[in-house]
């Protein structure tokens, strides 16, 4: 099976490194990509959009046969879901690692400060201590090192969709920094960040209890339960 693996804000391909071994020792192909605007430090970010990352991950999906699974952390799950709305016949199965669907004109992050057309890796104190967990010093520092800026209209551009076909597509929501439980519960309420998410018909749950970034807190355990969720190839 075909996993395609969407990295999070700040992130490249590279940030699955650690992940994919375990994914491909089970027989799957593994797609981690660098989006537009995210090659470098140096690249013009400036005006990449929301849709141009989800079109970057459509042509990769026109670019395969077989199954295809779609695999989105943090601000790559929005990704991931528009490009399931954009292909949801090609789809086997969607993963949101500590992220879920964004629905139709919402958007990934307003509230993450812009400069010059991007969003730098902000300041540790701007994340929440549940962000943190299991993200010692040495792993900020690389982190750190490694940060790409984001491109302001990624973060903050409306999500569109229009195939309501996109609810049948099984998936699997990964919760890290905070228990399934609490989301599920969340999303009982009403919580208006969660209406997309209620609106998947096959959707199962995995915790995985660490902070924000589990590709580098608890790398083998994000692809077991990967494996988990999206089961042999």
Request: proline share 9%; with cysteine; hydrophobic share 40%.
């Amino acid at each position: 099976m075909n996993v395609i693996l969407i990295p999070g804000f700040w992130l490249d391909g590279s940030s699955w490194d650690a992940v994919v071994p375990v994914l491909e020792q089970a027989g799957h192909r593994t797609h981690p990509l660098t989006l537009p605007g995210m090659e470098s430090k140096d690249a013009d970010r400036s005006e990449i959009t929301l849709r141009d990352h989800v079109d970057a991950v459509v042509r990769v999906i026109d670019s395969l046969d077989g199954d295809i699974v779609l695999a989105g952390h943090s601000g790559g799950g929005p990704v991931a879901h528009a490009a399931l709305d954009a292909r949801p016949g090609r789809i086997a199965h969607v993963v949101y690692v500590d992220s879920w669907p964004l629905g139709d004109g919402g958007v990934v992050n307003a509230g993450l400060p812009a400069e010059r057309g991007e969003v730098p890796l902000p300041d540790w104190s701007f994340f929440d201590d549940e962000d943190l967990v299991d993200l010692g010093e040495d792993l900020r520092a690389a982190f750190r090192e490694r940060a790409i800026p984001t491109p302001a209209h990624v973060a903050h551009d409306p999500q569109r969709l229009s195939d309501e076909r996109r609810y049948d597509v099984p998936a699997t929501v990964i919760a890290c920094e905070l228990p399934s439980a609490r989301l599920r519960d969340w999303m009982a309420q009403g919580e208006p960040d969660l209406r997309e998410l209620a609106k998947l018909r096959h959707v199962g749950y995995l915790d995985l209890p660490t902070g924000h970034w589990p590709q580098f807190t608890r790398p083998a355990d994000l692809a077991r339960a990967i494996l988990q969720a999206i089961g042999p190839a």
